[in-house]
Structures are given as C-alpha cells and as structure tokens.
C-alpha cells in the first residue's frame, strides 16, 4: 500500500491524567499514521491502559489534546466532545478491544447477536444481512459457522477473545484500541490471537493502538513502540530499534527481562 | 367521604402530577419521574394509573375502569368503586360514552375519539430494563436515542423462536424519536396506539414515572425489514358475538378439554350481542 497521508490519523499531545496525588500519565504525546499499528509497553502501573482510557473517553483527561481525522475529513477534537458525538464516534469509526472479553461482551446473548449488535446500534434493520455479515466475520475470525446461535458462556478463552474482536471489526472501524488482547490466554492461542489480527490488520488496513507487557506480542504486531514507566513515555521509535537497540535505561531492563525458553 | 379530598389525592399532589403529565404530553414518550404517593391499594394493583386519573378527572366526567379488557373484574371494579366513592362521578362500562378510561392490559377495540383520555396502568416503565439494568445508563441511552440494543433482543427472538415471541409489552418508538414500553397490553393492541385521537396517559406508581402518547401521535412497533411487525390472529370468530379481528381470551369450560375463545373486551362483546350482531365482523 503506497498511498501518501499528509496528516496523521491521531494526533496525541501533551496526554496527562492524575488521580488525586497519583499520576496516571504525563505529557504523553505520539501521532498515529493511517494502516500504523503502534504498540504502547511498559510494566504493570506504567500507565498504558491510562492512555488507552483517556483516548476512548472512558476516563477524562486532565491535560493535552487528541485530534482524529474523521472519514469526513474533518479534524476532531476528541477530548472536547461531547458525550453523544464522542459514543457516536466509538460505534462509527472506533472500536475497542477489551483485555477481558466479557468486559467487550453481551454474555447473555448468542454469538451472532453479539457481532450484530453495533451493526443495529448504526441502524442495519435486516435480519438476514446482519445475520449474514455475522457468519462472515465468524469464519474471518476462525469460529465454526454453527456456533452462531450458541451463547458466548460456551466459547473458550481463545474463542471469545476473537468473537470480541469479530464484534468489533464487523462495522469497518478505522482505528481500532486494543488493551492487551492476549493477555490471559496460553501461548498457543496466542500465538493463534496474533497470526489472526495480524492478517486482519494488514487486509483492513486498520490502524491500531496496542497496550500490553509482552514485548513478543509488540515486535509481532506493532510497528512502532513507545515505553512508558511512571506514567511518561521514555523512549519512541521503529519496533525493531527499540528492541534491539534500547536507549533508555529502563527499555533496557524491560529487553533484558524477557525469558527465553 | 367528606374527609378526603375530591378524589382522594390532595391539591398539591394533583398539580405536582398534572405537570408531569404536561411534561410527558410535551415530550412524547419520555418518562417523566413523579412523586408517587402511598394509595390506598398495593402495588401492583394500578397507583399509578389511579394516581393519573385522580389527577386529571372532574366532576363531570364519565368514568369506565377495565382490567384485562373486562368491566367486572376485580381491580376493575374496585377501582371504579373508588372514583364513585371520592370523587362522585357517573361510571359507565361503554368505551363511547367515557370521557377518561382506566385500564390495565387493554386498549378497548371500540375506536376511541378525540377528547377520551385513556390512562394505562403501567408495571415497569423502562423498555431497556431487561437489557440494562442500570438506571443511570438507560437514561443516557434515552438521551442519545441509543437502541440498538433492543434491536439485539428481537434478533435473538428470531434466531431462537423464527419469530419476535414477545407478544405484550412489545416496544414502540414513539415519534420517531424515544423508545417506549406500552404497559403490558397485547402487541395486537399496539396497532391502536398510532395516531390515536385521544390522549394516552401511562402511570407507573411504583417506579414513579409518568410518560403519554399525544393524540395522533406516530407510534411504531419495533421490526426488521424482513421480518415486520405482525399482530395475533384467530382463527375463530368470538364465541359469544361472532367479531373476529379482535382479540379473544381463551376460557376452559369444562374439566374435559372442552374450551371457549371470546371477546376479551367485555363491553364491545356485550353491546354486540344486545345488537343481534353475532356472526358478523368487527364495525
């Protein structure tokens, strides 16, 4: 894909949070480009899931500025929205992945409801082309056309880790929040977890905001890195330099803390 | 009953109530909170909608009370008991000479005409309760008109039964604009409730909320393109009048299998027999 994007289509600057004498994150600030895929790492506290919030509005930023160019064009001001365009724009051109998918989830209702259920929020009224969207995305997302009508309840780890992502893919977002989408599952539905975003990203051409710990997860997916620690981001840049070249003491210990088995 | 008040509810609280119901009037199918006073019935029993018709009714007002669409039930009869004993007024069980009617579960076949006030008894106000069960996030989705969710439910109808298996409390948007549980009446009543000629009033005492559906206001029943919106049919004509086309209750007869499909409103069943109309069509 050889397309020229004069502007990003994230703009993050200056991103703070505290929570009373607490900082959540501090002065953060990168740019998204369109089809980018950039991977937030850092330990446990260092602020990530913080960014990712303030981003999608779950949680109010004290400081900074996020600007997103919509599909329209437009620039908008993403922290200065008010409640109802802010949900507008998380069903229409966001979507966000949770760490836990019963968090991203409608527990109580089948499969198919689930992937359908933004589709009708944005106003599809067709039974069988919502249905028929939902089996499309089962199978993108490697579940068996027959588990449609079964209840989330029954689904595996794995399995409702990529219902959730199907749910949230079905509507065509363009930028997509994950809050370490791995996390929790055993390696080997993992590593299946990753082969299958990682084939999603680059055929949608999805951009994506990646939180997580595993440095192995970031290498695969993201294509650029910011390190967080204390709330600030500490060093940026290409995934593969920040890995093997670490700059920053911290990043350092961060590489060198990774087992290999 | 010189010691109560003209229809019980004292000044106060009828002025309280007659702005919300002016609110609700305004804002179609929004459901305006209230300040609910203890009845002298349980709830359950009707004290919103009695706290309603306390509030708009006059002395010379003709009063009918229906439960389940019958005049001689129970709630029915003590409820319009009630309005004889505190508010004097004349009671009657024909839907075409009431000026305001109470009641619960049914709207009367009889067409209604502008200037009737119908007031519905209404359970459990909020159509997203179900689905949401915070209070907080229901109205934020009320405000920005967020109903996918109930579209969920009907897709998960489909998908287990063929069908929306809910048949009362079927939801309704309201003007386009806010989504709206119609007390528990039956789904073959929702038709009645578009363009209405007279004003609808739905009272629920215990969740103190108050919302209306203005006359020849547009109400819609919730469905896919492919899978419209249907009401029940019967496959037999009234048992006792002949009406088909209108809604009948099932009655066993005997303990031998033996059953009887009637009218399920009373006055429009009676009226029909008086006029020698069984065997024909609903008017």
Sequence with gaps: MSRVEERPLLGVRGLGKRYGAQTGCLDVGFDLWPGEVLGVVGESGSGKTTVLNCLSGRVAADAGRVEYAARDGRIVDVLGLDESARRRLLRSEWGIVHQNPRDGLRMGVTAGANVGERLMALGARHYGQIRGLALDWLAQVEIDLDRIDDLPETFSGGMLQRLQIARTLVTGPRLVLMDEPTGGLDVSVQARLLDLLRGLVAELDLSAVIVTHDLAVARLLAHRLIVMRGGEAVESGLTDQVLDDPQHPYTQLLVSSVLHP | ?283
């Design chain 2, 1 to 283: 009953m010189n010691q109560y008040n003209f229809a019980y509810l004292d000044e106060h609280t009828k002025r309280m109530i007659r702005r919300a119901i002016l609110k609700a009037v305004a804002v179609p199918g929004y459901q305006v909170p209230f300040g609910s006073r203890e009845m002298p019935l349980s709830y359950g029993w009707g004290t919103g909608g009695v706290q309603v018709t306390a509030s708009v009714i006059g002395p010379d007002d003709v009063l009918k009370v229906i439960d389940q669409g019958a005049d001689d039930t129970t709630n029915a009869v003590s409820i319009r008991k009630f309005f004889e004993r505190t508010a004097a007024v004349r009671p009657t069980t024909r839907t075409d000479e009431a000026t305001l009617i109470q009641t619960r579960h049914r709207i009367p076949e009889t067409p209604l005409q502008a200037g009737q006030i119908l007031v519905l008894q209404v359970p459990i106000p909020e159509p997203l309760r179900w689905l949401e069960p915070r209070e907080a996030e229901t109205r934020k989705m009320h405000a920005l008109e967020e109903y996918g969710v109930m579209y969920v439910r009907l897709y998960e109808d489909i998908t287990r039964h063929g069908k929306v298996a809910q048949t009362y409390e079927y939801p309704v948007l309201v003007n386009g604009r806010y989504l709206m549980r119609p007390s528990p009446i039956p789904k073959f009543d929702n038709p009645k409730l578009d363009g209405n000629p007279a004003l609808l009033l739905f009272g629920a005492g215990r969740e103190k909320r108050i919302y209306a559906v203005p006359p020849h206001t547009r109400v819609r029943s919730l469905d896919f393109d492919d899978h419209p919106f249907e009401v029940e049919h019967w496959d037999r004509p009234c048992a006792l009048c002949g009406a088909r086309g209108v809604f009948l209750d099932e009655i066993i007869v005997d303990d031998k299998g033996g059953r009887l499909f009637v009218c399920s409103d009373t006055d429009f069943c009676a009226r029909r027999q008086a006029d020698g109309g069984a065997g024909g069509d609903r008017p």
